[in-house]
Structure formats: C-alpha cells, structure tokens
T-cell receptor, first 115, second 113 residues
C-alpha cells in the first residue's frame, strides 16, 4: 500500500519564478493538506483540499494556490517566489469528513530553495 | 488562537535513559492531540495520538496522556535508544468540518551510546 508521495524531492528556483509541487495521497484518502516547514520550525498549515475544493486556508498570501484533481492528487503552486519561500513543503492526506480525530499522513516533502 | 508550546531542545541523553518532552496547548473546544517524529531528511511520521481527555496514546515504547486539567500532552519513554534520535513535534487538531494541525516548534532528541 503506497503512502503519500510527493514530487520533486528537491527544487531550486530564483526570485520571481513560479513553482508547482505535486502530491499523491495515500490509497483510500480523499483529503489533501499542504504545510510549509521553515528550517528549525514546525510545519505551518497552508490549505486543505476536499472534493476538488479548497476547504480551509491558513495565513498565507494569494501567491500560494492549489488544485485537487478527481483522482484526489493535488498540486501546490507558488507565484512570484521570494527568498522567504525557501522551505520544506509537506503534503498530508486523510479521510474526508473533517473529523479532528482523523490522522493526517505525511509525505517525505519537497525541499524548495529560492536564490 | 490555538497554539502548542514544546520544551526547547536539544535534549541529550545516554542510551537507556528516561525521556520526557513537555508539551502544553491552548485551544478552544476539545482538540485531538498528536506526537509526530521527523528523522533527518524525512517527512513526519505519526508516533501516537489521543482524541479525548484522559486517553493515553502509545507506540514503540512511547506514551503520552491527554490531560485536560493541565492542558498537557507530555511524551515519555522509559528507555531510549540511539535510533530514537530525531525531532519530535507535538500537534493539535481542530476545525469545524475541516481538520487543521497546529504544531509546536519541535524538540530535537540526541541519544548517545
């Protein structure tokens, strides 16, 4: 049973560029959440997708956008990259009812470096 | 808003020593509580969870009890191993119709032989 997968594993971009990160959820999961983890910090919630719609959003600017596909996979897009966007981006999947007891399972992350 | 506070690291222990990592939370309502572990260069793995007051989560010799009266969820292990060296994150989950994890800043554990 495949867990959560993310691609690419590493990425280097320059300021002002745009980036797309991809995530495939664990089998049987229909909800995908994205988190940003800066070096030495805990992950920060970006947004959550369920039934192809953004269900909830954290305190991130509109430069961060996402999409969920009918097969439940998801993309995170970041426009106009800033140096401060350098971080590990984590995708997590869970089952959809929005129950706070549900466990979120994390992928290995995509490490983004903005120069 | 909701938040999680963890003890600062690193915590440095010798193999077979006892471990306690403190975690306290602030939340409206009744969140679920989690401990995740992150090994070098990897994503987060769920270690254990508790979903209501007085529940005890346990896994791989680690334990934590959901204490509503002290708003705490301290992680404990009786005898640590070198392989336990990692960063440990305490988190709470809340939301009406959605689930959002709020993490502490993490505590690095270093276990020496």
């Amino acid at each position: 049973d495949a867990g959560v997968t993310q691609s690419p594993t590493h990425l280097i971009k320059t300021r002002g560029q745009q980036v797309t990160l991809r995530c495939s959820p664990k089998s049987g999961h229909d909800t995908v959440s994205w988190y940003q983890q800066a070096l030495g910090q805990g992950p920060q919630f970006i947004f959550q997708y369920y039934e192809e719609e953004e269900r909830q959003r954290g305190n991130f600017p509109d430069r961060f956008s996402g999409h969920q596909f009918p097969n439940y996979s998801s993309e995170l897009n970041v426009n106009a990259l800033l140096l401060g966007d350098s971080a590990l981006y984590l995708c997590a999947s869970s089952q959809g009812q929005g129950d706070t007891q549900e466990t979120q399972y994390f992928g290995p992350g995509t490490r983004l470096l903005v120069l | 808003g909701d938040s999680v506070t963890q003890m600062e690291g690193p915590v440095t222990l010798s193999e077979e020593a006892c471990l306690t990592i403190n975690c306290t939370y602030t939340a409206t309502g009744y969140p679920s509580l989690f401990w995740y572990v992150q090994y070098p260069g990897e994503g987060l793995q769920l270690l254990l969870k508790a979903t209501k007051a007085d529940d005890k989560g346990s896994n791989k010799g680690f334990e934590a009890t959901y204490r509503k009266e002290t708003t705490s969820f301290h992680l404990e292990k009786g005898s640590v191993q070198v392989s336990d060296s990692a960063v440990y994150f305490c988190a709470l989950s809340y939301g009406e119709g959605f689930q959002k994890l709020v993490f502490g800043t993490g505590t690095r554990l270093l276990v020496s032989p």
